[in-house]
């Protein structure tokens, strides 16, 4: 008979600061965040950034889109995709105990048929070809309990990512960790999806640096992104005309 190993996860636990509650795996370092009075609310910078794909997208086709996360994290961006912007949302976790944890403490909502969580190590899920050239947003946010470096940060992975993307899709990540490299993340990056789709924000006060690559390169002129970003401030409520001062291709 076959012997299968274990998998040991970290533990997973949550703390309230104020109003806003900390999702850890069993380390003091945040995993992600939510405010107890506005559950969909993004509480931190950077994942509000990693909204930025909607710069490059016509704001009405938003609703017939399909969201995907890499990472559930606190679900904040599972939440909001689902929730405020009304996509077809799913979101790849590896832990269980994450899952769960964000169905009873960060009002994660059950499956239904505009939401899912698929329980799957993200690096093997992608390559089914059942996610190949559907998502239209692909937000990829992997840590383990350490948050030293992304899980997930070789060139077959952003290939693997890129390959997911609908022709306009896009995908936005963040980088941080003590252990990682921007620079060499970004080499990677731009090697799979080429040096003209790629955008890159300034870091963050808390240290994160989300960069966005497109499918197909765009370089929309600075009006429309204006525009643009005026629209996302004004439905959703996220700080996009910010983001065009902080944003630009590499």
Known sequence: MAKYKKIHYPEVNFSDQGHIRHLHLGTPWVQGSMDIDQPTRLVHEYIERMMSWLLFVEPITVTSRHALQLGLGAGSLTKFCHKELHMKTTAIELNPQVLQACRGWFKLPPDNSRIQVVLADAAKEIDDPKWWGVIDALQVDLYDHEAAAPVLDSLPFYNSCRRLLTEDGSMTVNLFGRASSFDRSV??????????????????????????????????????????????????GLPAEKWVRVFKPI
């Open 187 to 236: 080499e990677k990056i731009s090697a799979a999806f080429g040096s003209q789709s790629v955008w890159t924000f300034k870091p963050t006060r808390a240290g994160n640096t989300v960069v966005l690559a497109q499918r197909t390169p765009l370089r929309p002129k600075k009006e429309v992104l204006i525009e643009r970003a005026f629209t996302i401030g004004k439905n959703w």
